[in-house]
């Protein structure tokens, strides 16, 4: 038999707190959803980074979050699309682009790239 968790979202783009039950076998945004809760999503498939939150407090367990590094998951942030509470928890939003930024960031801004080399600047 699965426990249920009470979970906390603190949506910062649209200014408003969530709270509601889910089990600890079930998917955190899809069981928000079916309980009237509108929160970001994008793929539901843990590839992208539109429902990031950041985890203040709880567990959470999220084994297919490839849109996620494991240094982010580390830091605490996580993919509600694809995961499990595994404790009460608090998280708040994200901005996509700021998730997407800590992801990549250290991809961009080195210059023109082309076929996966460097252009010379001129």
């Known amino acids: 038999m699965s426990q249920k968790h009470t979970i906390t979202v603190h949506d910062r783009q649209k200014g408003v707190t969530h709270t509601f039950q889910v089990p600890d076998d079930r998917y955190i945004l899809h069981t928000a959803e079916h309980q009237g809760n509108s929160l970001p999503f994008s793929c539901r498939n843990g590839a992208c980074t539109t429902c990031a939150v950041r985890v203040l407090s709880g567990d959470i367990h999220q084994p ?6 494991p240094e982010l998951q580390n830091k605490g942030y996580a ?3 694809v995961s499990y509470a ?14 997407y930024e800590l992801q990549f ?4 801004a ?7 080399l460097p252009l010379d600047e001129d």
């Open 105 to 108: 960031g250290r991809f961009f």
């Open 110 to 116: 080195k210059g023109k790239v082309r076929a996966g």
């Open 64 to 69: 297919e979050a490839i849109g996620l590094s």
């Open 79 to 81: 993919l509600l699309c």
């Open 86 to 99: 595994r404790s009460d928890l608090e998280v708040e939003t994200q901005d996509e682009d700021e998730v």
